[in-house]
């Protein structure tokens, strides 16, 4: 499995992003996700997708939506009305053999992408 994540960059409040995660090796059944870490804090849970359904942390419900295409290998994190407090590492990961209680944990998922930087600041 490899992961690959691209699409970081700067932006300001208020604006768009798209993150994009390029990956091979994974199955339609594997959660793929996103996270983000700022400096001095934990790995923090943003959003993930498995079979078709979707889950988000509340910080980012209703700004930020996942999608995925297996036909493509591709992973995308469309992220609008972005605040300084979104800025951060994002990583894409992929977890095998999850259970729905805890896709919110890195714990969760076995294998990770390299990171892109967002930063929201005007």
């Known amino acids: 499995v490899q992961l690959v994540e691209s699409g970081g960059g700067l932006v300001q409040p208020g604006g768009s992003l798209r993150l994009s995660c390029s990956f091979s090796?994974?199955?339609?059944?594997?959660?793929m996700g996103w996270f983000r870490q700022s400096p001095g804090k934990e790995r923090e849970f943003v959003t993930t997708?498995?079979?078709?359904?979707?889950y988000y942390a509340d910080s980012v419900k209703g700004r930020f939506t996942i999608s995925r295409d297996n036909a493509k290998n591709m992973l995308l994190l469309q992220m609008n009305d972005l605040k300084p407090e979104d800025t951060a590492v994002y990583y894409c990961?992929?977890?095998?053999?999850?259970?729905?209680?805890?896709?919110?944990?890195?714990?969760?998922?076995?294998?990770w992408g390299q990171g892109t930087q967002v930063t929201v600041s005007s």
């Open positions: 090796g994974a199955r339609v059944t594997d959660a």
């Open positions: 997708s498995r079979s078709g359904r979707t």
């Open positions: 990961a992929l977890g095998q053999r999850t259970i729905t209680s805890t896709l919110r944990l890195p714990t969760a998922y076995n294998y």
